[in-house]
């Protein structure tokens, strides 16, 4: 019987009795099903595929048995590709809320949530408080809007390579320790009545954590503070996932980058003072600001564009009066090592300032503003 063109005479090969167009069809068809635990070769399947065309077809219809066989297994591997995928398919999704990724058997959609994703991602970036949040959750907040302005910002070539070498060389201790490395927003209760307003991040505290005063000294001995006066769910601060929330206070700072030997230049300074500006002017019901350090007492003067003569001198428990919708001021010495390990700052001496400002602020942070 003559054979047809392209196929072999050897039936002990069926790599060569096959055409070899069905061959290279069957095997690019069929490629993904050798890793099923079923399935050892490509060669193995394509003797499968040949077994089958030899005893389920006649002679004649050879061409069209191959043909059929092909697209069979074509279907078969891609059925598995898209059930292999559905991982992807799924990662793929969680980044388009609302969006169906389509495959040839597959609609895959994801239910709808309560923000978009940039939205959520920069309220897990501002570390806000969130049993406080309330009609804003629903909707992206202007102060999460400049949270977010906030942590891209790269305005300042010096300190944003500190922060990011920082990052990257880390503290022995923290080594195994994902650094944040990035400007730090502020932190607390949007309906506040107190604002503190800092310095800078730490290099190993905030440029590491996330969030204001967290994971140092410093931190831990105002939080602790905040805690006694009230305006705080715990006296500790250790990341921004242990549950911590603000009462009635905001957390800021002058510098929103770590700054190299804790000394932003006045440049640095300046570059950063307008998002403080801009987060006070949202922070509607600030009554009192407290200036933790004569850095902040500065910043804090230059935000509210006092022209006051003479200019009013930092001092630990210093008191500008405020006027009309200005906040007054209270002046504290910073709660840096150098200050609480010395005695200058002690316990007795924050717990007053904090203990003035809620009196200043109406009387605590469950009384109505």
Known sequence: MRQPPGWSTSLTDPMTFLPSSTVCTVA??????????????????????????????????????????????????????E??????????????????????????????????????????????????????????????????????????????????QVARER????????????PVPGFGDPAAAVAILGLAPAAHGANRTGRMFTGDRSGDFLYAALWRAGLASQPTSRSREDGLELRGAWITAA????????RPSVDERDNCLPFARRELELLTRVRVIVCLGAFAWDAALRILALAVRPRPRFGHGAELAGEGRRPALLASYH????NTFTGRLTEAMLDGVLARAVELSGGGPDTPV
């Open 28 to 81: 690019i068809a069929v490629l993904p099903l050798t890793t099923m635990f079923w399935i050892e070769s490509v060669k193995s399947l394509i003797v499968f595929s040949w077994l089958v065309m030899i005893v389920s077809q006649l002679p004649a219809r050879r061409r069209r048995a191959s043909a059929a066989v092909s697209r069979t297994f074509l279907q078969m591997s891609l059925a598995l590709l």
């Open 83 to 164: 059930f292999e995928s559905l991982e992807n398919v799924f990662s793929v999704t969680a980044t388009l809320p609302r969006t169906p990724v389509k495959l040839p058997l597959l609609a895959v959609l994801e239910p709808p949530t309560e923000q978009p994703p940039a939205a959520r991602a920069r309220t897990t970036a501002t570390g806000m408080s969130a049993g406080r949040i309330t009609g804003e959750s629903l909707r992206e907040s202007p102060l999460e809007a400049l949270a977010g302005e906030i942590v891209s910002c790269r305005r300042c070539p010096r300190l944003v390579a500190w922060r990011e």
């Open 171 to 182: 503290r022995a201790a923290f080594a195994s320790q994902e650094y944040w490395g990035r």
């Open 255 to 262: 510098v929103r980058c770590a700054p190299p030997a804790n």
């Open 335 to 338: 709660p840096s090592q150098q």
